[in-house]
């Protein structure tokens, strides 16, 4: 393995159904990303980009192949040891916020940390950071329901890294957002991401900010092409 590959995929194979229906998305799809690296996955809507994030992200099983992160081989592992890999290496971001609305942004932040077994105090002292950071710390005790949009996604951004993950994968994390909401909130991941020296994926339809990532690639035919 290269060094500093966080996360690397060989030969990944994904299908759905069988027989007649059998669907293959991925057929054989390599890729890797290193520390620090940004990468833009820009590809038409059903070739599979959700679908290479779950399988990235230990959500899903590969049916061929196999998935390497931070140099675990992560396909012959328990559901235990890769939901820890999951909790401790990879944070998530998804169009929709899926921020818990009776908590407050402040605890919403917390979360991921008290259940790796952080104190409150430690937990809250580090949310509160990311909210500064996230410039949104006069929100702390407001609900998701009591956020503009690009402040539930800022909040989002926030909790995913939270645990100092080494790998963040988002799935259109600025595609439920108008243009000049989706500009600012991409800002702030962007910023972050830089600053921690995270490797991150980013799927997006939006060119525009694609061009700012490190790389670009495309899922073309099951596989992985840089463009
Ligand atoms: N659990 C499943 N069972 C059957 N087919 C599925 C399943 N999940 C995804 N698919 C199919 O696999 C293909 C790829 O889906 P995926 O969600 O990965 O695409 P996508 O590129 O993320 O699309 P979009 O940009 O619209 O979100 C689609 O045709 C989808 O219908």
């Excluded at 999951?86 to 009776?102: A, K, M, T």
């Excluded at 105090?121 to 580090?126: I, W």
Aim: contains cysteine; proline residues 4%; negative net charge.
């Amino acid at each position: 393995m290269k060094r500093n590959v966080v996360l690397e995929l060989t030969g990944v194979e994904r299908h759905y159904g069988q027989g007649d229906t059998l669907l293959s998305i991925l057929k054989g799809a390599d890729f890797s990303i290193s520390k620090g690296e940004t990468v833009a996955l820009v590809a038409p809507s059903g070739t599979g980009k959700s679908t290479l994030l779950h399988v990235a992200g230990l959500l899903e099983h590969p049916d061929g192949g196999e998935v390497n992160i931070n140099g675990h081989a992560c396909d012959g592992l328990s559901d235990e040891k890769r939901t820890a890999i999951r909790r401790s290496e990879i944070g998530f971001v998804y169009q929709f916020h899926h921020l818990l609305p009776e908590f407050s942004a402040l605890e919403n932040i917390m979360m991921p940390q008290l259940i790796a077994g952080l104190s409150w105090k430690e937990a809250g002292e580090r949310a509160g950071q990311l909210l500064d950071y996230m410039r949104i710390g006069h929100r702390g005790s407001h609900r998701p329901g009591e956020l503009s949009g690009g402040e539930q996604q800022r909040v989002a951004i926030a909790r995913a890294v939270a645990n100092a993950p080494t790998l963040l994968l988002a799935d259109e994390p600025t595609g439920n957002l108008d243009p000049e909401t989706a500009s600012y909130v991409f800002d702030a991941l962007e910023a972050l991401v830089r600053q921690s020296g995270l490797a991150a994926l980013i799927a997006t339809h939006n060119h525009e900010l694609a061009r700012r990532m490190d790389r670009r690639v495309t899922i073309s035919d099951g596989k992985i092409v840089d463009f």
